[in-house]
């Protein structure tokens, strides 16, 4: 596992995921393609990637056989990978959230509970013949009876008081979007880096192994490494890679100097 550990590795998750040790993972936490991408809207002014920019990319097209397919294959070699007591933790919309957790009832996991992201800056509707579309879900499923839930510490969350499954972000813009040289986002669908922070710390202990077998631009890793837990992170896109091992290396710089000064 050492050689493993902390570290992204390039390539198909479904194949990786394969060769890797059985039933050693405490969460898979994962932003898997949504299947979103029909079409897309141009709108040239749009530098930030954020709030008027719609996803479409050739990884998020598939039709519904083959995105269900895709999903089962995914959630299988996860499902073996994990530890009896682990969970899941898989983003999704209206698009795709009905396919995984269709996938996960069907191997007979738990359903603990359907979050809720209320977005605080969500992109408005621009054909204006749907309301505003300003949620996105992470369905929680655990493989057997003892998952693990941090319920005391989550009350934090909500001013002492058990905390709920609806939960505000705002879709990732300003300095926490990362951008490339031409200004624009460097991924599509960055995650807030709060929202996966808070979803670690809720479901493992310092220690536990986090996978994400479709890493992107390395929020998991970043989530984990705040919360001193181990990680392992895939993307079979090479420049995804490069972009997750840059936050991680500078995440450590940023450490070391913490501790240094
Ligand atoms: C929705 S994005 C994840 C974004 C990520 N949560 C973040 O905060 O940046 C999904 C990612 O899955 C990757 N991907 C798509 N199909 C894949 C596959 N079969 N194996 C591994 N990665 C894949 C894409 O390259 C993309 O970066």
């Known amino acids: 596992m050492k050689d493993i550990i902390n570290k992204n590795h390039e390539g198909d998750c479904i194949k990786i995921m394969g060769d890797l040790p059985k039933g050693k993972i405490h969460l898979v936490l994962t932003d898997p393609p949504y299947n979103a991408s029909n079409g897309g809207v141009n709108l040239p002014n749009n530098k930030t990637g954020g709030a008027y920019y719609k996803v479409n990319e050739k990884w998020d097209k598939f039709s519904y056989e083959d995105y269900m397919d895709f999903t089962k294959k995914w959630i299988d070699e996860a499902d073996k990978i994990l530890a009896p007591n682990g969970s899941m933790m898989i983003c999704g ?60 510490n989550m009350k934090k969350y909500n001013q002492g008081k058990q905390l709920r499954d609806v939960w505000e972000f705002s879709v990732c813009q300003g300095s926490e979007r990362i951008k490339g040289e031409n200004g624009r986002a460097a991924h599509p669908t960055q995650k807030p880096l709060e929202l996966f922070t808070r979803l670690i710390e809720m479901a493992t202990d310092e220690g536990d192994i986090v996978i994400d077998p479709f890493m992107g631009s390395g929020t998991t890793a970043l989530a984990s490494m705040q919360l001193n837990r181990n990680w392992i992170g895939i993307d079979n896109n090479k420049e995804y890679i490069d972009l997750a091992n840059k936050r991680v290396n500078n995440h450590k710089k940023d450490t070391k100097l913490k501790e240094y000064c």
């Open 93 to 152: 919309s209206l698009h795709n959230i009905g396919e995984v957790i269709i996938a996960l009832k069907d191997k007979g996991y738990k359903f603990i509970n359907l979050i809720t992201w209320r977005k605080t800056n969500p992109m408005p509707s621009i054909t204006k013949r749907t309301l505003t579309h300003s949620t996105e879900f992470i369905a929680w499923f655990a493989k057997g009876k003892g998952w693990k839930f941090n319920y005391n």
